[in-house]
């Protein structure tokens, strides 16, 4: 129906139309403006009777008027617009047709039209009809409301786009209503405000509630599972509620109605009730960490922050699931508790280890190499434990990580000291050298990871501890494997220190070829170990030749006889840089090192030797005045002059640091 001021009335006209059936009754005021519009006397409406007493009697009747008789007259003044549109506004507005809409779920013209009534009851409140009206439109308020609130509480679970956009328009409509006659001071309607809003609020939370009572009921006796059932069931709920509202409901809201965050309060709430339930008692490590992963990370990052919702529910405004005290002591009992788990995991894995080595049975082999999963057990529980705490929060990562780096430095002092006392009391195990082959390979994974996990400042410190630790470990193997043929290649060294077979080819032959033999049985080590034990071997042949030249053992002044030594040294050298790069040894910086010792000797010339000496000191910066003497010796047609014009060089060397890693500070002379 049309408002009056569509009907082109004046403000102070007031006409409160009584529906009855399809017609109007309508009071003496408006019966006398429509007289007057039709250019009448105003109609009396009361006349006189005369009753059998004689007495007068006033009799007050209402002339009854069809609502299209009386919307000829007001549209007539109105003809433009749509004609369509003008033909649904003449409709009349009466308790059927607004009741016929309800049914029709037309809930938004319902609301106009109810409002119509509403102001039209309460225009003239003397109408002896006046509280019979007020009630049949109180009356179809109820069912309206009764719909409109149905609708809204079952839309967060149905797709009822439609009914909801009239519902929400049915409601804002009401709102409008408030703010007129809250703002117009001649109102006088005692039913405003109807507080339709404030009822979509109590809807939601309610929707929210049943919600939830929906949830399936925890049938497991494991309270562990129990817990987080039931918070993964409230945040699955959460999820698909919301992502609903957004996807379906948000867009049929006004912004002030801030649709999103309403529900997501609500279910906030059911959050922080769970919560606080749970907290009440006394939680095992597997809930301490759940709860700690829900609080801190699937919660806000996992739900919230998930890509259907991001930008939707506004995360200040929702209060922490626990208090700061109470979070601050789960975290302190979880990283207790986590780094007591992993000492105890990985110290059982070294027990194990130590065990099978006193047993003597030969290890496993992978890709040809002794292995064995001690490494992988410790590091997999390290891991573990820095995982789960990733789980939880990048933050308490960090400080747990360096508590674990820290176990893993104790591990690996108790596993040097259990491998010492292994070595001490199996010297003569059969498969003494296969586990001692083992361990130096388990060591090498040990570093491998170090080296490439532990590169934060917070974990430096441990790092280098934990590679030293296991270096000495790893060396306590080399020298195990590598004492047998050191102690035999002694022996062939004293022959070419002695008379003329210093620079003996024949014996170097010998002793190239017992390196390769002594060499092939050690392939079982990884090939990053086998080459540090082929580095090993190469130090040790070097620094031994070049310790037998210095021995003072031989002295020449013959030029021919000094280049003719000079040349089997050079060739002895070759030797033992050609097999060594063939072994792929990780020590190339020792092969110019007997060739520049060659030609010193071969060189006449005391400035040529000097210039050959400057750049033997400049590559092995720590040769010392004894090496160099040791050397000179050999070279009987120096005078001490020359001598020592040729050891002044190391004055200018000063104090620079080793291109190369020590060689002669290695080499002690008697």
Avoid at 9 to 17: G, M, Q
């Amino acid at each position: 129906m049309a408002n009056l001021s569509d009907m082109h009335l004046a403000p102070a006209l007031s006409v409160c139309f009584l529906f009855t059936g399809t017609t109007v009754l309508m009071t003496s005021s408006i019966f006398r403006i429509l007289s007057m519009c039709a250019g009448k006397q105003p109609l009396k409406e009361n006349h006189v009777e005369q009753n059998g007493g004689g007495d007068q009697t006033v009799k007050k009747t209402h002339k009854i008027f069809h609502i299209k008789a009386i919307k000829k007259y007001f549209y007539s003044k109105t003809p433009t617009g749509d004609p369509n549109n003008q033909q649904n506004n003449h409709e009349d507005i009466t308790a059927e047709t607004i009741q016929r809409d309800i049914d029709q779920n037309l809930f938004c013209k319902a609301s106009k039209d109810l409002i119509m009534l509403e102001q039209e009851c309460y225009i003239n409140t003397d109408d002896e009809l006046h509280h019979d009206n007020i009630k049949q439109v109180e009356s179809l308020y109820k069912v309206l409301e009764d719909m409109v609130f149905a609708v809204i509480k079952d839309s967060i679970k149905m797709d009822c786009e439609n009914l909801l956009d009239q519902a929400v328009q049915a409601i804002l409509e009401q709102e409008k209503e408030n703010n007129r006659c809250i703002s117009d001071i001649k109102a006088n309607n005692p039913a405003r405000p109807r507080k339709w809003k404030q009822k979509w609020i109590s809807t939601v939370k309610e929707s929210v509630d049943d919600r939830l009572k929906e949830l399936p009921k925890d049938e497991t006796n494991n309270s562990s599972s129990s817990l987080s059932q039931s918070f993964t069931n409230l945040g699955k709920i959460f999820k698909k509620d919301l992502t609903h509202i957004v996807n379906h409901l948000k867009q049929h809201y006004p912004d002030d109605f801030d649709v999103c965050n309403s529900y997501a309060q609500h279910y906030h709430q059911a959050f922080l009730a769970h919560t606080s339930t749970i907290t009440e008692f006394e939680l095992g490590d597997k809930d301490t960490f759940f709860l700690l992963c829900w609080v801190h990370n699937i919660y806000p990052n996992d739900i919230l922050k998930d890509p259907s919702l991001a930008g939707h529910i506004d995360e200040a405004r929702l209060k922490c699931l626990l208090p700061a005290q109470k979070i601050r002591d789960y975290e302190s009992n979880y990283v207790s508790s986590e780094v007591l788990t992993v000492k105890s995991w990985i110290n059982k894995s070294l027990d194990l280890e130590a065990q099978f080595w006193n047993v003597g049975k030969e290890p496993e082999k992978l890709d040809e190499a002794y292995h064995t999963e001690l490494h992988i057990d410790v590091l997999q529980n390290f891991n573990g434990g820095v995982r789960r705490a990733m789980e939880i929060s990048e933050r308490l990562t960090n400080r747990l990580k360096p508590l674990l780096a820290a176990e893993l430095v104790e591990f690996a002092k108790r596993y040097k000291s259990l491998f010492e006392e292994y070595l001490e009391k199996n010297k003569n195990q059969q498969y003494l050298w296969p586990i001692i082959i083992v361990n130096v390979n388990c060591c090498w994974n040990f570093r491998d990871f170090v080296t490439q996990n532990f590169n934060d400042a917070q974990l430096q410190r441990h790092k280098e501890n934990m590679n030293s630790i296991l270096l000495e470990l790893e060396d306590l193997g080399y020298t195990v494997l590598l004492q047998n043929l050191f102690q035999d290649l002694k022996s062939h060294f004293k022959r070419i220190s002695q008379g003329n077979g210093l620079c003996s080819y024949k014996v170097m032959s010998e002793i190239i070829e017992k390196v390769e033999k002594y060499m092939e049985p050690l392939t079982t080590l990884k090939k990053p170990c086998h080459q540090e034990m082929i580095g090993r071997v190469h130090f040790y042949v070097v620094t031994e030749y070049i310790t037998r030249l210095m021995k003072k053992k031989v002295c020449l002044k013959n030029i021919d006889q000094l280049k003719t030594l000079a040349n089997q040294i050079h060739e002895n050298g070759k030797m033992i840089d050609d097999f060594f790069s063939s072994q792929d040894s990780p020590r190339i910086w020792l092969m110019p090192v007997i060739s520049k010792i060659a030609e010193i000797i071969r060189l006449q010339d005391i400035g040529a030797i000097q210039i050959e000496v400057a750049a033997l000191v400049e590559e092995y910066s720590d040769i010392g005045k004894k090496h160099l003497e040791g050397i000179l010796y050999i070279k009987g047609n120096l005078s001490r002059q020359e001598v020592k014009s040729v050891v002044n060089i190391l004055k200018y060397n000063g104090t620079k640091s080793n291109k190369n890693p020590p060689l002669f500070s290695l080499i002690k002379l008697s």
